[in-house]
């Protein structure tokens, strides 16, 4: 079976989507750890109601920023972790990680990569004006927010919204996709070529704008 290992720094809502996933019979697959760099992540709650092994590492001990990830890296590949999962994890992902883990690593990202990288996707959309963003799940290179894309939902903006009120309809549709690009890997249907992801035997999903804002 497909072992996760889970990189989180918060609240970990969409750690708790792969764990509902698995728990309800969706996800064929189990996670074998959770790594957080913030001792107080609440994700650790979650990851203890559901017996799941927790690590905190403090990134201040590291020697460097590299060796902190080949901290990580050695965590994980002491648990046969088949896929790394990036789940809030408020850091750009090193070498030794990503090299360790060529096309294993993945993440979700607030907006409709390549549009609003980095922090505050939701609100860069707002400020921007776009009548359309959403959520994208793509595998980890060594950019920022840069790697092949895998799966993507669409959501639509008012000109009424917040930051928030987006987000929270954002968020939706993040817990809906996560799970389901994870499960694409565990059946073995996702082919990495250049930064094009093939996915095979894949329906494509009609065009829904699912959740509208108020107003529309
Ligand atoms: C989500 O918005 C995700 O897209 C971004 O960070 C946030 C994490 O939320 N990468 P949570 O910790 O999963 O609740």
Do not use: W
């Not at 764990?19 to 019979?25: C, F, K, Q």
């Not at 980095?118 to 959520?135: E, F, I, N, P, T």
């Not at 249907?189 to 699912?210: C, F, K, N």
Request: overall charge neutral; proline content about 6%; some cysteine.
């Amino acid at each position: 079976m497909l072992r996760l290992g889970i990189l989180a720094s918060g609240r970990g809502s969409n750690f708790q989507s792969i764990i509902d996933a698995i728990e309800n019979g969706r996800l064929n697959a189990q996670v074998a750890l959770l790594i957080v760099d913030r001792p107080n992540a609440f994700a650790r709650e979650r990851a203890r109601k559901h017996g799941i092994e927790d690590l905190y590492l403090n990134p201040q001990e590291a020697l460097s920023k590299d060796a902190f990830f080949q901290r990580i890296r050695d965590e994980l590949t002491a648990r046969n972790i088949d896929l790394v999962i990036l789940a809030g994890f408020m850091r750009i992902v090193r070498r030794p990680l990503i090299a360790a883990f060529q096309n294993r690593i993945m993440n979700i990202h607030p907006a409709l990569l390549p549009s609003f990288p980095g922090l505050h996707g939701q609100k860069q959309a707002v400020d921007y004006g776009v009548r359309v963003s959403g959520c994208t799940v793509h595998f980890v290179d060594e950019g920022m927010d840069t790697g092949p894309i895998i799966i993507q939902a669409a959501v639509p903006v008012s000109p009424a919204d917040t930051e928030e009120s987006l987000a929270a309809r954002i968020l939706l549709e993040e817990h809906r996709i996560y799970p389901e690009a994870i499960r694409l890997y565990s059946e073995g249907r996702l082919t990495v070529e250049g930064r094009i992801v093939r996915i095979s035997d894949y329906d494509m999903p009609e065009a829904t704008l699912v959740n509208p804002p108020p107003g529309c």
